[in-house]
């Protein structure tokens, strides 16, 4: 009895980091910030589609995170900074004077220029990790870039 199995690793705790579906089983599904013109970031939904990971895709430069998603955005990257979610080298960071800023300024200038953020982003759970390089998303998910 398959699920009844799952449902009993789920009431364990076992998925606990992942959403659950209604089966018990671990939700499957990755969001992934995504900027269709950067190579690392189409590199990153190629490998989830090879991977076959349901992909929910978020095109942040047409549809910029609110501050609040950005909050639970640096949340689950496990950041202190969210200087770690930035594109820091970007001329636009520089041209903005945030080397000084707190978070809450950062997660301000994030929501008002999206082109900030860092990509690209995956979200499984209540993780989320920065894909530069592409094995720390396999790491999230627990796998190996190169393995199918």
């Known amino acids: 009895m398959r699920g009844g199995k799952s449902l009993r690793r789920a009431a364990q705790g076992v998925y606990n980091d992942f959403p659950v579906n209604a089966k018990g089983r671990p939700n499957m599904t990755v969001i992934?910030?995504?900027?269709?013109?950067?190579s690392k970031s189409r590199a990153a939904a190629e490998w989830l589609a090879a991977q076959g990971v349901e992909t929910q895709?978020?095109?942040?430069?047409?549809?910029p995170p609110a501050a609040a998603e950005l909050r639970g955005l640096a949340q689950k990257l496990g950041l202190a900074d969210v200087r770690g979610m930035m594109r820091t080298k970007d001329e636009l960071y520089r041209s903005l004077n945030l080397d000084g800023a707190d978070n809450e300024t950062l997660i301000a200038a994030i929501a008002e220029h999206p082109a900030l953020l860092e990509r690209p982003i995956a979200v499984y759970g209540e993780k989320a990790a920065v894909?530069?390089?592409l094995e720390n998303i396999a790491a999230l998910l627990g796998r190996r870039v190169g393995a199918v």
């Open 57 to 63: 895709v978020v095109r942040y430069l047409d549809q």
């Open 32 to 38: 992934l910030y995504h900027n269709p013109r950067c």
């Open 131 to 133: 894909g530069r390089p």
